[in-house]
Every structure is written in C-alpha cells, then in structure tokens.
C-alpha cells in the first residue's frame, strides 16, 4: 500500500470547528483536522525523496519546513483524521519513485524521409500558384 507510511509521532493533529453542512453540530463540535508535520526533522523519509518534495510541494511547506494539510469533508473528526492521513500519505507515494529519465531518440529514416516529402509537396503547391515573371 504505501511504501513509506509516516508514524504518529512526527506529525501533530489538532483540530477546530468546520464550516459545511453538520446543522448545530457544526457549531459545537470540533471535527476538522489539521496535520502538521515537520519534513526536516522525519527521519522516515530518505533525503533524496525529501529533496523530491520540496521540489514539487514546496509551495504547501512553511519556511519552517512544517507541511501543513487539512481536512474537514466528513461530519466526524475520526474521518477527517484519516482522511488527512490518507492525503500525506498519498503526496509522499507520488514522489517516493524517482522520476524516469528520458532517453533521446532520433526520428526514423522513414519519417525524416517521409517529412521532407511533405514539405516539398508543399512548396510545389504554393509554386504553382505564383505567376511566371520572365
């Protein structure tokens, strides 16, 4: 499932009241959850792959290199707990493996050989249309 699961001892909840649907519930209990985990100081992730987050989700990283993530879809704080667990976990799997590295080709004989036919259909076509100045 997830190669690198975080544990609950690097990252702090905390939780406050949502907006949404809910009726009075919303207003009395605390149901959304928010994450805060420290990126710098996890000792799960290798550096390589943290170099790999900060480089596509340093927008969502404090300059104190906290990550911050929230959730507040489910009407129950235990959903939302997992769902923003869920949502780490799933940032982290799209960086875990390294990007593949792209190996240049070079076009086919057939198709530079077929390009270069086209262009010069081309050319022919718009030479037909000019007038003849002798």
Do not use: C
Not at 23 to 33: I, L, P, R, W
Not at 42 to 68: A, C, H, M, Q, W
Request: no cysteine; hydrophobic share 30%; net charge positive.
């Amino acid at each position: 499932m997830y190669k690198f699961k975080i544990p609950a001892h690097e990252y702090e909840l905390s939780f406050s009241r949502s907006g949404g649907a809910g009726g009075q519930n919303v207003n009395k209990v605390n149901t959304k959850a928010t994450l805060h985990w420290s990126i710098r100081d996890s000792l799960t992730l290798p550096p390589v792959v943290k170099e790999r987050f900060f480089k596509k989700y340093g927008n969502r990283i404090s300059d104190e290199g906290v990550v911050t993530l929230t959730s507040q879809e489910h009407r129950t704080q235990h959903m939302n707990i997992a769902e923003v667990i869920k949502k780490l976990h799933e940032m982290i799997e799209v960086i875990a493996l390294p990007p593949k590295v792209r190996k240049p080709t070079k076009p086919t004989k057939s198709s530079v050989n077929e390009r270069i036919k086209v262009k010069k259909s081309h050319g022919d076509k718009k030479k037909s249309r000019q007038e003849k100045h002798y």
